[in-house]
C-alpha cells in the first residue's frame, strides 16, 4: 500500500466534513480532484473507504480504520516539518469545537481561566452542530467537542472506538419571550399559550431536529423566522417579533427586552452540556483545557 500524505488529508478532510464538495473548498481543490483522490486511495488500499449517501459521504470500517492511522501519520509529518524548518513552538495548541450558543456562555470564561493558568496554551476554536463536531473529532480536525445534548444524554456517533465522554453540567431549557406584550410580566407560561405562538427557529437537518421551538409542542409549529445565529434569535424576540428556546446558562447575555419564562403544563426539559474527546491518552494542554470547561461557572 502507498498512500501519499496529500491522499491521507483528503481522507481527513472528507470524514471532517461530511462531503466532497465541502472537503474541496476546505482543501482549496477542485471537487473531481477530490473524487480522483479518493478513487487512488481506494484502489491503492483495495478496500471501499467511502461510502456515497444521498446526504453525503460516510466513512466505511475500512476507511475508519485508515483514518485513525492517517491521523498519526499526519501529526507526525507536520511534527517534523516544523522541527526541521526550527518554527517548533514552545506553546501547546488544541483545538476546541461548541455548539452555537456555548460561544457566548462558556468560551469566555474558559480562555480568561487558561490565560491566568496555563498561558502556555494556544486555544483555536470553531462552532458546528452535533453531527459536524463529532465528524471533525474522529477526523482529527479539533480535539476536544463540548455538545448539548438531550436525554439519554449521551450523543453517539455509531462509530469504534467509543468516545470518551464526560458531563459538565445541566441547563434548564427555558422560553425566551418580549418583555412586552401578552407575555409581559410573566414568570411562567403554559404550554398550552403557546400553541399559536409566533416562533424563531433555526433550520433543521437530517441530522439535527428543529431548534427553537418547544419540544413536543401540540400540533404544528407557526414559525415566523429561521436563522441559525443567537444574536439575531435574541434581536428578533427582543424587538417582539416571535418567541424562542433559551437554555437557562443564556440568562448572563441576555439583551434588554428579552425575559425567560419556565414553561408549565409538560416536563422540564433539561440538556446536559458534555465534553467529548478521543480516547486514549490526552495530548499536550487537552487536560487543561478540560479543567478550565468543568471549572467554568
Known amino acids: 500500500m502507498d498512500f501519499s500524505s496529500t491522499a491521507l488529508r483528503v481522507l481527513r478532510q472528507v470524514a471532517d466534513s461530511g462531503s466532497f464538495t465541502a472537503a474541496a ?27 456515497r449517501r444521498f446526504d453525503g459521504v460516510q466513512l466505511t470500517p475500512a476507511g475508519l480504520t485508515l483514518l485513525r492511522h492517517a ?3 499526519l501529526d507526525s509529518v507536520a511534527a517534523a516539518e516544523q522541527e526541521l524548518t526550527g518554527s517548533a513552538a514552545p506553546t ?21 481561566r487558561l490565560a491566568a493558568t496555563a498561558p502556555h496554551i494556544t486555544v483555536t476554536t470553531r462552532e458546528g452542530s452535533t453531527p459536524a463536531l463529532l465528524r471533525a473529532l474522529r477526523a482529527g480536525s479539533i480535539d476536544i467537542a463540548v455538545l448539548a445534548s438531550r436525554p439519554p444524554h449521551r450523543p453517539s456517533d455509531g462509530e469504534s472506538p467509543r468516545l470518551h465522554i464526560e458531563p459538565v453540567e445541566d441547563t434548564e431549557l427555558l422560553l425566551g419571550a418580549p418583555t412586552t406584550g ?56 427582543a424587538g417582539g417579533f416571535g418567541v424562542t428556546t433559551i437554555p437557562s446558562r443564556m440568562s448572563a447575555v441576555l ?10 403544563g409538560v416536563p422540564a426539559e433539561i440538556r446536559r452540556i458534555l465534553t467529548a474527546r478521543l480516547p486514549g491518552r490526552p495530548g499536550p494542554g487537552i487536560t487543561d483545557v478540560l479543567r478550565a470547561i468543568t471549572s467554568a461557572d
Open 25 to 51: 473548498a476546505q482543501l482549496g481543490y477542485t471537487q473531481s480532484a477530490i473524487s480522483r483522490q479518493a478513487a487512488a486511495l481506494e484502489r491503492s488500499a483495495g478496500a471501499v473507504l467511502f461510502e
Open 71 to 73: 491521523r498519526t501519520i
Open 92 to 112: 501547546a495548541p488544541v483545538r476546541l469545537g461548541m455548539f452555537p450558543s456555548a460561544g457566548a456562555v462558556i468560551l469566555p470564561e474558559v480562555l480568561t
Open 182 to 237: 401578552l407575555l409581559s410580566g410573566r414568570t411562567e407560561v403554559h404550554i398550552d399559550e403557546l400553541v399559536d405562538a409566533p416562533w424563531i427557529a433555526a433550520p433543521s437537518t437530517s441530522t439535527e431536529p428543529l431548534l427553537g421551538v418547544w419540544p413536543g409542542l401540540p400540533g404544528r409549529p407557526r414559525i415566523v423566522h429561521t436563522t441559525r445565529d443567537w444574536l439575531t434569535k435574541l434581536r428578533l424576540v
Open 255 to 264: 439583551p434588554p427586552g428579552v425575559s425567560l419564562l419556565r414553561v408549565e
